[in-house]
T-cell receptor, first 112, second 117 residues
Framework: SQELEQSPQSLIVQEGKNLTINCTSS?????LYWYKQKYGEGLIFLMM?????EEKSHEKITAKLDEKKQQSSLHITASQPSHAGIYLC????????????FGTGTRLQVTL | DAGITQSPRHKVTETGTPVTLRCHQT?????MYWYRQDPGHGLRLIHY???????DKGEVSDGYSVSRSKTEDFLLTLESATSSQTSVYFC????????????????FGPGTRLTVT
């Protein structure tokens, strides 16, 4: 079965600083999904990457997919308190987009 | 917002009792999913459906059953709840993404927090 490892597990950054979260898969990636979750709430879809080298942005959040390395990175520029939460990556390892495997998440805190 | 609602949002039940959670969608998407979220395990797929009366097992299906008699509703049943089933349960749907014929995006409901005492 496919496994996803996220790093770091938790992160505390000062407001205005940049940060990167990584998601590495044990198997080939057919699609990589990024979500954000606030404590006690549902998952908010951020973006999906399908092709190697693909890069997408959502407001100040940019994600890239490195297919050869079976890895994706999520980069936040000039972090704000509103960016705080848990970031989850999910992988489509079958190519059918029918079942996703998720990492355990990265908890981000943004201090003033 | 993908028009997904879950009910109830919170439930406390006793060990051995049956429990049914409901997921309702308003956009007639074919694929629907049930996940559970636990600390240290992330999200794990329980069951999913690819159409009315068409369902399949996920990674952690033991102790759970599902039914889908209408496109808009996907029910998750715990036949005899156990304390290990205390969790947050999320329903999700897949809908076509913006690009590519095989591009699908999964959207999640608000979750149901279930406590089995």
């Amino acid at each position: 079965s496919q496994e996803l490892e996220q790093s770091p597990q938790s992160l505390i950054v000062q407001e205005g600083k940049n940060l990167t979260i990584n998601c590495t898969s044990s198997k080939t990636l057919y699609g990589l999904y990024w979500y954000k979750q606030k404590y006690g709430e549902g998952l908010i879809f951020l973006m999906m990457l399908q092709k190697g080298g693909e890069e997408k942005s959502h407001e100040k959040i940019t994600a890239k997919l490195d297919e050869k390395k079976q890895q994706s990175s999520l980069h936040i520029t000039a972090s704000q308190p509103s960016h705080a939460g848990i970031y989850l990556c999910g992988a489509d390892g079958t190519g059918t987009a029918s079942k996703l495997t998720f990492g355990t998440g990265t908890r981000l805190q943004v201090t003033l | 917002d993908a028009g997904i609602t879950q009910s109830p949002r919170h439930k406390v039940t006793e060990t051995g009792t049956p429990v049914t959670l409901r997921c309702h969608q308003t956009e007639n998407h074919r694929y629907m999913y049930w996940y559970r979220q636990d600390p240290g395990h992330g999200l794990r797929l329980i069951h999913y459906s690819y159409g009315v009366k068409d369902t399949d097992k996920g990674e952690v299906s033991d102790g759970y059953s599902v039914s889908r008699s209408k496109t808009e509703d996907f029910l998750l049943t715990l036949e005899s709840a156990t304390s290990s089933q205390t969790s947050v349960y999320f329903c999700a749907i897949s809908r076509p993404g913006g690009k590519g014929r095989d591009s699908y995006e999964q959207y999640f409901g608000p979750g149901t927090r279930l406590t089995v005492t």
